[in-house]
């Protein structure tokens, strides 16, 4: 008799926390490079090395205590496990992932502010959670200008 493998629970698979919300997963690679690119520094200046290097410090501690959660309607921020922040998708205008080939910037855009977060959180499932909830093709443009009907002839 064999035995099958055991289950997969939704939470094990693809970051899925549940069937509609996905948590991302941490990427330390941001604070760690600026840590280690603080060590050639010193030979430099010892001031901006230790500069850089605090900076990557705390945004290693940040990548430990911060998660983002997509819901089905909303982007969550997590504290330690706790939402302190929520932004609703229908209030976002526009998202932007700066830098393709390591994407180190997230920038979004809503109804009344302007939010930017350094990507400490798999950059890949990022963009594919993005894409999924607030397509940019389908998001307002504040600057558009409303279609105008073209003079008959």
């Known amino acids: ?28 690679t941001i ?12 030979l430099l200046s010892p001031w901006l090395a230790a500069i850089i290097s605090l900076f990557g410090l705390f945004l290693m501690i940040q990548t430990s205590a911060i998660r983002l959660e997509f819901t089905a309607s909303a982007l969550d921020v997590l504290r330690n496990g706790d939402r302190f922040r929520q932004f609703p998708y229908s209030d976002w205008l526009n998202w932007k992932i700066f830098w393709s080939p390591v994407p180190i910037l997230f920038y979004f855009r809503e109804v009344n502010s302007i939010h930017f977060l350094p990507v400490l959180f798999n950059a890949g499932k990022l963009r594919e959670c993005l894409d999924r909830h607030v397509p940019l093709d389908r998001l307002r443009n504040p600057n558009a200008s409303e279609p105008t009907n073209p003079p008959k002839s």
């Open 31 to 42: 604070p760690i490079v600026l840590v280690l690119a603080g060590i050639p520094l010193i």
């Open 1 to 28: 008799m064999t035995q099958s493998p055991p289950p997969t629970t939704p939470s094990s698979v693809n970051d899925f926390v549940s069937l509609t919300t996905v948590r991302l997963q941490p990427s330390y």
